[in-house]
């Protein structure tokens, strides 16, 4: 949500806000990734309106996710727009499936006409402050979202405990099973074996870092 508004702040929306662009380090710090088709709305950070920042003129983002003002022609977008789908995001990480589910040829008409599922359906036993964030945050009309994507998140968040963060200890991602891994911070550079699918591990010695070595090469060069 921080990494939205200070693009917002900077005229630009990301268009393609889902979990698979949102990447975490060993310190479980969260990164907004894959500006491929984030576009200009404000042209006083200095681009030029419509300005995609990669130059593609095809690909628009990722329907499950798109705000209904997106899918209409010459829209005009905003940081509201990537609010909606970081809200999309939010509710499938809590419930297991996002709130529209249809074909691509139905979602469309989904995100732009029916009623969002409520929340505490498909998941119960949540704070009533944050279904109500999330609704609000998936409000058909942008104005009637949050003005911001970090008082949404702090409106998701202002019931729920934050798991505490234990000295000394990272989170890793089995690249088989997908499962979090705790590890000390001493293994970094070192080999392992994930216990539950018991896949040879081996462990970063920069858990700040996002790229597996090989892609680490690739974006070298």
Same mark, same amino acid.
């Given at each position: 949500a921080e990494a939205l508004d200070f693009i917002h702040s900077?005229?630009?929306? !990301?268009r393609d806000v889902k979990p698979a662009n949102i990447f975490f380090d060993g310190f479980w710090w969260a990164f907004l990734g894959d500006f491929g088709i984030a576009k200009v709305f404000d042209t006083s950070a200095g681009l030029e309106k419509g300005e995609?920042?990669?130059?593609? =003129?095809?690909?628009?983002?990722?329907?499950?996710?798109?705000?209904? @003002?997106?899918?209409?022609?010459? %829209?005009?977008?905003d940081g509201r727009a990537d609010q909606y789908a970081l809200a999309v995001s939010v509710y499938e990480?809590?419930? +297991?499936?996002?709130?529209?589910?249809? @074909?691509?040829?139905?979602?469309?008409?989904? !995100?732009?006409t029916?009623?969002?599922?409520?929340?505490?359906?498909?998941?119960?036993?949540?704070? %009533?402050s944050l279904t109500a964030a999330v609704e609000? +945050? /998936?409000?058909?009309?942008?104005?009637?979202?949050f003005g911001s994507c970090m008082k949404f998140a702090r409106a998701v968040l202002a019931d729920v405990t934050p798991?505490?963060?234990?000295?000394?200890?990272?989170?890793? /991602?089995?690249?088989?099973? !997908?499962?979090? /891994?705790?590890?000390? =911070?001493?293994?970094?550079?070192?080999?392992?074996?994930?216990?539950?699918c018991k896949t040879a591990v081996e462990i970063a010695a920069d858990f700040s870092a996002l790229w597996r070595a090989e892609e680490a090469g690739i974006m070298a060069t």
């Amino acid at each position: 949500a921080e990494a939205l508004d200070f693009i917002h702040s900077r005229g630009v929306v !990301h268009r393609d806000v889902k979990p698979a662009n949102i990447f975490f380090d060993g310190f479980w710090w969260a990164f907004l990734g894959d500006f491929g088709i984030a576009k200009v709305f404000d042209t006083s950070a200095g681009l030029e309106k419509g300005e995609t920042l990669t130059g593609t =003129q095809f690909a628009v983002g990722t329907p499950e996710y798109m705000p209904p @003002e997106m899918l209409m022609p010459k %829209a005009k977008l905003d940081g509201r727009a990537d609010q909606y789908a970081l809200a999309v995001s939010v509710y499938e990480m809590l419930a +297991g499936v996002r709130p529209f589910t249809g @074909e691509s040829a139905n979602i469309v008409v989904e !995100h732009a006409t029916m009623p969002v599922p409520p929340l505490d359906r498909k998941r119960l036993r949540l704070p %009533a402050s944050l279904t109500a964030a999330v609704e609000r +945050g /998936l409000a058909k009309k942008p104005e009637e979202r949050f003005g911001s994507c970090m008082k949404f998140a702090r409106a998701v968040l202002a019931d729920v405990t934050p798991q505490p963060n234990i000295p000394g200890v990272v989170r890793l /991602l089995c690249p088989e099973c !997908h499962r979090i /891994l705790r590890a000390p =911070q001493s293994a970094g550079g070192r080999g392992g074996t994930c216990p539950t699918c018991k896949t040879a591990v081996e462990i970063a010695a920069d858990f700040s870092a996002l790229w597996r070595a090989e892609e680490a090469g690739i974006m070298a060069t």
